[in-house]
């Protein structure tokens, strides 16, 4: 069974600043790695994924993420952050290659960005 | 092309009555998911679907039945509402590409339940 923890419940940060959002992991078996967002009122849209290869991973809007096998973290970043990136992120895991694609998600981070 | 989309956006129920909630795709993927997202928990998968007829059991079941009649098609029936499912509710869907599923997520459908 897999399992994800966000660790943080609430980031404020201030625009134009840089901000880490943090994400570990636990699993048996080898997962593929996904960072979601939720703009309010809205459904999921899918970010970034690592599925195998190097482990920086780059994303839309700016984000990217690194994939650490040895600490099982999958921690999303942005450099520089904007009004607009204000939402909620959510880290999910699936077993790699799995039949069903089922996502184990972590309980979300919400991005305050404030200008 | 909708993609895929849910109905009711907004539903409020008492407790004790039968509530569908509605999911329909447009890509004809074969795989179509349940969660529910609630504070502190983040989405948990409720049932899931592999193919028309072919549904299984997530993490939180207990309380909810779905069917999958048509590939399209996946609703979500509470056959007795309770106070704790309130929540907003998220169907998603997908296809297996080269061992990926990318999931796509509808807008939700928040529930409450007086």
């Known amino acids: 069974a897999q399992s994800v923890t966000q660790l943080d419940s609430q980031v404020p940060v201030f625009e134009e600043a840089p901000v880490e959002l943090r994400c570990n992991y636990s699993s048996s078996v080898s997962v593929y790695l996904f960072w979601y967002v939720q703009y309010p009122n809205q459904g999921l849209q899918l970010l970034l994924k690592?599925?195998?290869?190097?482990?920086l991973v780059k994303g839309i809007n700016g984000f990217e993420a690194e994939f650490n096998k040895s600490q099982t973290s999958f921690h999303l970043r942005k450099p520089s952050v904007h009004i607009s990136d204000t939402a909620e992120y959510f880290c999910?895991?699936?077993?790699?290659?799995?039949?069903?694609?089922?996502?184990?998600f972590g309980q979300g981070t919400t991005l305050q960005v404030k200008p | 092309d909708a993609g895929i989309t849910q109905s009711p956006r907004y539903k409020i129920t008492e407790t004790g009555r039968q509530v569908t909630l509605m999911c329909h795709q447009t890509w004809s993927h074969s795989y179509m998911f349940w969660y529910r997202q609630d504070l502190g928990h983040g989405l948990r998968l409720i049932y899931y679907s592999a193919a028309a007829d072919i549904t299984d059991k997530g993490e939180v079941p207990d309380g909810y039945v779905v069917s999958r009649s048509k590939t399209e098609n996946f609703p979500l029936t509470l056959e007795s509402a309770t106070r704790s499912q309130t929540s907003v509710y998220f169907c998603a869907s997908s296809n297996r590409d080269r061992g990926l599923h990318r999931q796509f997520f509808g807008p939700g459908t928040r529930l409450t339940v007086l």
């Open positions: 690592y599925l195998s290869g190097s482990t």
């Open positions: 999910a895991v699936s077993e790699a290659q799995s039949n069903t694609g089922k996502l184990i």
